[in-house]
């Protein structure tokens, strides 16, 4: 990984900040992605003194805002000219229905359009730099997922845990369309499961869901050092060189659940993302 250029989004805590780190002493040149500037500045300071690598950066950027997306995109051409991993991570689940600066319901706009809208943004720079690798932060919670294409943002009904779900398995939805739509360039795209993490996922609802996250977590969450393994693992082993298009849990590729493999779900998610971007830069056809 020495001198690779790797972007992380949300990388101030938990299990990106933990790829982070690691990442960065393996030698890689981090560029990092938080929504608050303090933590940014804190976590960059850490991890260079860490891991005595001075090639570590952060960027402020809340990815429920498209602008703010673009505007990061932008801030990362001008100052490099190369990426060679990518790795989606930044997401929440939000027990009460919110919606984003956008006017989109905050699941979906965090968790699923920023991804997309990310990845499209800097693609061209991917691929002058390939190999290159895309890997995007999923959960086994895609399996009881389901794309409610009449309802995608829970406007006429709004429930937290099928809305994590439809998000979860819009990553994997992403992930295999992007993966087709890259076939032959260079790049690959795989999405992980991270495990029942011990982390700051779930501590913004004040409510009943989120105590009952914290407890669960101090009971039976892994360490984010654990939930890291398979993040750091995709974006740097030679094992995984060419290997596009899969679900790893573990570090291991695993079948996901029969609904990811829907190839006319997928172009459609794909379709009405783009419709919900309104991108002016060259997608992904």
């Known amino acids: ?8 989004t949300g990388a101030t805590s938990g299990i990106g900040a933990v790829a982070a780190l690691e990442l960065a002493r393996f030698g890689a040149r981090v560029v990092g992605v938080g929504r608050n500037p303090e933590k940014c500045t804190a976590v960059a300071s850490h991890i260079t003194k860490e891991t005595g690598n001075p090639s570590v950066e952060y960027l402020v950027a809340d990815l429920s805002s498209q602008d703010q997306i673009r505007q990061l995109a932008e801030v990362f051409k001008v100052k490099y000219t190369r990426l060679d991993v990518l790795v989606n991570n930044a997401g929440a689940y939000f027990s ?3 919606e984003s600066i956008d006017g989109i319901e905050m699941t979906l706009a965090l968790n699923h ?10 693609v061209d720079t991917l691929k002058a730099s390939a190999p290159a690798r895309i890997v995007s932060v999923s ?15 829970g406007r006429r009904r709004y429930l937290s845990w099928p809305a994590y779900g439809q998000s979860k398995l819009a990553n994997v939805l992403f992930t295999y369309e992007l993966a087709r739509r890259l076939d032959g360039g260079g790049v690959t795209a795989t999405t992980m499961h991270p495990g029942f993490v011990a982390s ?3 501590h913004n609802n004040q409510d009943l869901m989120g105590w ?3 407890l669960a977590q101090k009971i039976a969450g892994h360490s984010p050092e ?4 398979t993040m750091i693992y995709l974006a740097s082993s030679p094992e995984v060189e060419g290997v596009t298009g899969k679900y790893f849990v573990d570090e291991k590729a695993v079948p996901s ?3 990811t493999y829907d190839e006319g779900t997928a172009r459609r998610l794909w379709e009405l993302s783009k419709a919900m971007t309104s991108t002016k830069v060259q997608i992904l056809t």
């Open 1 to 8: 990984m020495k001198n690779k250029i790797v972007m992380i």
């Open 96 to 98: 009460k229905r919110q």
């Open 113 to 122: 359009l920023n991804y997309f809208l990310l990845t499209n943004l800097l």
């Open 139 to 153: 959960s086994n919670a895609h399996q009881v997922g389901h794309i409610n294409f009449a309802d995608i943002e």
């Open 200 to 202: 700051n996922f779930g």
């Open 212 to 214: 009952g996250t914290r």
């Open 226 to 229: 654990q939930g890291a393994h």
């Open 257 to 259: 659940s029969p609904a």
